[in-house]
């Protein structure tokens, strides 16, 4: 079955530690996204890579890391940098030639 | 820049009710055009999309939306509305053409379904 999953579900982390968040899809698509989300806010785009090796900042790209090393997997570092961690994290990818974005199920992190 | 507004961020209907989620868009030039819905705890699944040709668009779960150029539309209909749509629905826009596209989404709108 092909798709995108994200691991884990849940994540729980203190102040001041860095996490990462993964991303993994076998949809053999060019383009994967990270987006967050917070109640009555939509979804914000943290980073993007259309291609392995490279990746651009979003709108909400402060705080956060993130690589691209291979075409299927695009892990997110949310780092102690980052003021408001807690949030709901969403991976996309897209196929080349294909106008929507595929999305995985979500990390609900919470950090106190 | 383009943007994207949902009229009512919560929608309440009664069992076998119509649904409309209102979507109204403002971009530069000629749009895509996305609706998707989100189960609680879960990632977005999409319904439908518009991209060209026919301007009423049929999804799954007997969705279907209207692209209204002259509004600058898209509202999502469901000619009867079953316990299953109870979500949150989100509209999204990205300009058309090749290339790096930014999608920006709406806020979204809740959907009680009332039994």
């Known amino acids: 079955d092909g798709g995108i999953t994200q691991s884990p579900k849940y994540l729980f982390r203190k102040e001041g530690q860095n996490v990462t968040l993964s991303c993994e899809q076998n949809?053999?698509?060019?383009?994967m996204y990270w987006y967050r989300q917070d109640p009555g806010q939509g979804l914000r785009l943290i980073y993007y890579s259309q291609i392995v090796n490279d990746f651009q900042k979003g709108d909400i790209a402060e705080g956060y890391s993130v690589s691209r090393e291979k075409k299927e997997s695009f892990p997110l570092t949310v780092t102690s940098a980052q003021k408001n961690p807690t949030a709901f994290y969403l991976c996309?990818?897209?196929?080349?030639?294909?106008?929507?974005?595929?999305f995985g199920p979500g990390t609900r992190l919470t950090v106190t | 820049a383009q943007s994207v507004t949902q009229l009512g961020s919560h929608v309440s209907v009664s069992e076998g009710a119509l649904v409309l989620l209102r979507c109204n868009y403002s971009?530069?030039?000629?749009?895509?055009l996305f609706w998707y819905v989100q189960y609680p705890n879960q990632g977005l699944q999409l319904l439908l999309k518009?991209?060209?040709?026919?301007?009423l668009v049929k999804g799954i779960n007997g969705f279907e939306a209207e692209f209204k150029k002259s509004e600058t539309s898209f509202h999502l209909t469901k000619p009867s509305a079953h316990m299953s749509d109870a979500a949150e629905y989100f509209c999204a826009v990205k300009k058309a053409g090749g290339g790096y596209q930014k999608v920006t989404f709406g806020t979204g709108t809740k959907l009680q379904v009332i039994p």
């Open positions: 518009y991209t060209t040709g026919a301007t």
């Open positions: 949809l053999n698509h060019d383009a």
């Open positions: 971009s530069s030039v000629p749009p895509y």
């Open positions: 996309a990818s897209k196929g080349e030639g294909a106008r929507e974005q595929y």
